[in-house]
Structure formats: C-alpha cells, structure tokens
C-alpha cells in the first residue's frame, strides 16, 4: 500500500492484504484492517470490506503457524495448559504444511504434546515433501545432528538444505 517500487494503489493493496488476511496471516489482517480505516489507517474509497469485518477468527480457525506462533508463546510464557489446549487445533489441520511443520517443532520439544523426536522428524519430511523451507531446514537438521532420525546423515541434511 505504500508503492515502493511501484505505483501507489490502495485498491491492490487491500486486495492482497484481503488474500493473506484470509489465509489466517495476522500482520495482513491488521494491515487490512489500518487500510480500510479500522484504526489510524488512511481508508480507502469504495465498496471494500468494512473495518468491522475484518476483525481475525477465532484461534482454532487461524492456520498452523498462527496457531504454532500462540502455542510457543504460551510455552515461553510458563502457561503449559495453554499451550496444551492450543495444539489441538494443529492435529485438526494436520494436512496443511504450515500445521506439520508446527506440530513437528511441537512435538520435537515436547510443547504440549509428549516429546517425540522421532514422530517431530516425520511431521518435518511431510511438510518438507510438500516444499516447506522451515521444514526442509529443520528435517537437514535432525539429519545433521543425528536427533529424530535413525542415524546422523550428513549427505541426507546437505540433501535437505539445498532443496
């Protein structure tokens, strides 16, 4: 919404902000929500979404990585029931890389869930065969390390990293 690079157009811009926000990404939606006038935003003409209606889901129907960020927050913040109660959404998602990886970082440290280093390695390759980078850097590092996989496998985590 600010055209750097390009010209100036609050139009696209709430069109893509309305895209992410609907995908469960929180900076999109208060970004979405500044753009139509919600808060201190500039608004925008026409007949796009209200700032009232841009208000985020509830938790449970945000995407994983919503529902990870909450999750790891809950767990730094000493609230273990929090976190506990949070994950259950993840396993109700669980076909979507972002959820995978989230529930293999989960489960790799033990946050809300058993600890499991093992299942957090196969959550890890399901979201990295589907092309996610932050599962693709965790499951090289499980091969580096040798922590989750059968045995440390160099070749295998260069494999991961480079894909």
Not at 1 to 6: I, K, S, W
Not at 94 to 100: G, H, R
């Given at each position: 919404?600010?055209?750097?690079?390009?010209p100036r157009d609050r139009a696209t811009a709430v069109d893509l902000y309305q895209k992410a926000a609907d995908q469960g990404?929180?900076?999109?939606?208060?970004?979405?929500?500044?753009?139509?006038?919600?808060?201190?935003g500039q608004g925008v003409q026409g007949d796009g979404p209200s700032a009232s209606a841009l208000h985020p889901p509830p938790s449970s129907s945000l995407p994983g990585k919503t529902l990870y960020e909450r999750i790891r927050e809950a767990h730094e913040d000493g609230r273990t029931e929090d976190?506990?109660?949070?994950?259950?959404?993840?396993?109700?998602?669980?076909?979507?890389?972002?959820?995978?990886?989230?529930?293999?970082?989960?489960?790799?440290h033990g946050i809300g869930v058993q600890q499991d280093e093992a299942k957090a390695a196969e959550?890890?390759?399901?979201?990295?065969?589907?092309?996610?980078?932050?599962?693709?850097?965790n499951l090289g590092k499980c091969y580096y390390t040798g922590r989750g996989c059968v045995e440390q496998n160099h070749k295998k985590a260069a494999d991961w990293y480079r894909k």
């Open positions: 919404d600010e055209g750097r690079g390009v990404h929180d900076k999109a939606q208060r970004a979405l929500l500044v753009c139509c006038g919600g808060e201190e976190a506990e109660v949070l994950i259950t959404p993840l396993f109700e998602i669980a076909d979507t890389p972002d959820a995978q990886v989230a529930l293999g970082y989960c489960i790799f959550w890890y390759e399901k979201a990295a065969d589907q092309g996610n980078a932050i599962a693709r850097y």
